[in-house]
């Protein structure tokens, strides 16, 4: 950890940090980066990743590649479900994560086919839910935490995020029976809710994105559906959110609209920005300034409930790689043979 990483942890003290492929660069080396990142400050942190198998699989090179939730939804087998999310969840563990931004619940609608192809695994929401389910049971089982995404859908999105800001047209009342029924049903299981930055006009009247809609975040997730666990954004760095908000009036909105945590994942400066306007608007504005009380209190009553997020496993030795990236490619075959 480099003396100027270290300064930003102690000096913004997030409520976690997120690694990305560019970060991990063997197992003992992401253990030792997360155990600094905690080492700076006092309150355990959220240590994060993106694993869902297939295309978005960070650890690929360290402990190799993990099946894609549509190739593990194919077999059809409940139990091999949940045995992805565990193998997934044992990886993570081992390397000194205890938050996994999965699984992704989008209906695989054909109008996203082209942008999330085999992240999803249905376009019908009950079997996205049987799926999401044991997924995240198999991420509990090894001490993981997963996360539900990208609320409140994306499956009827033909452009990336990432890059631009979709627009769906798409009434509440469809949304509710169909994108929305997953949060609906597991609304009491995910620890996490990940808000995309897609904007749904027949809903919001305006082409704001979601994850800066108090419509959707307030209003929708958490009054109408119910959900009280975290919401965060997705990164707030993509195209999606930056074509409607500089970072750090996006931040100040996120929260505004009822998110919890801000996601900001690769520029410094963007860290810096977001933290420092986040400070100066609760200064000067005391509802703004509540609604930031109010989510902090939920951040640090979550941790303080959640035991597993000060555990750590122990320090990952040559032999335990060697054994997951066994038992994960032993899996590997069996959903390639068809469940076998």
């Not at 081992?94 to 054909?110: I, K, M, S, T």
Request: charged share 30%; hydrophobic share 40%.
């Amino acid at each position: 950890m480099s003396p100027a990483l270290a300064s930003l942890v102690k000096r913004v003290r997030p409520a976690g940090v997120i690694l990305f492929a560019r970060n991990i660069v063997s197992a003992e080396q992401t253990y030792k980066l997360l155990k600094d990142c905690q080492a700076q400050v006092s309150v355990p942190l959220f240590r994060c990743v993106d694993l869902e198998g297939g295309k978005v699989d960070r650890l690929r090179n360290v402990i190799g590649p993990a099946p894609s939730p549509s190739e593990v939804f194919a077999l059809g087998n409940r139990g091999l479900f949940r045995k992805h999310g565990r193998a997934i969840g044992e990886n993570c563990r081992a390397l000194g994560f205890n938050v996994d931004f999965a699984p992704a619940v989008d209906l695989a609608f054909e109008a996203s086919r082209s942008v999330m192809n085999s992240r999803l695994v249905s376009d019908d929401p009950r079997k996205t839910v049987l799926y999401a389910r044991e997924f995240l049971a198999g991420l509990r089982a090894a001490g993981v935490l997963g996360c539900g995404k990208h609320f409140p859908g994306l499956g009827e999105g033909n452009l990336d995020s990432h890059h631009d800001l979709p627009v769906i047209q798409k009434s509440l009342k469809k949304m509710w029976s169909e994108d929305l029924a997953p949060y609906r049903a597991l609304r009491r299981e995910f620890p996490f809710v990940m808000v995309s930055h897609a904007a749904y006009p027949q809903v919001t009247r305006e082409k704001t994105p979601a994850s800066l809609s108090r419509k959707w975040i307030t209003e929708v997730l958490r009054n109408k559906i119910g959900y009280r666990g975290l919401i965060a954004s997705d990164d707030m760095e993509m195209g999606g959110v930056l074509a409607a908000a500089p970072i750090e009036q996006a931040a100040v909105e996120h929260i505004r609209a009822g998110g919890d945590l801000c996601l900001i994942c690769h520029k410094e400066e963007f860290v810096n920005r977001a933290y420092e306007e986040l400070v100066r608007s609760a200064e000067r504005d005391p509802r703004f300034a509540r609604r930031v009380r109010e989510s902090t209190k939920r951040v640090l009553a979550f941790k303080k409930k959640t035991k597993s997020l000060a555990r750590w496993a122990k320090a990952p030795t040559n032999d335990v790689v060697d054994r997951l990236s066994r038992k994960l490619w032993e899996f590997g075959e069996q959903v390639r043979l068809g469940g076998l």
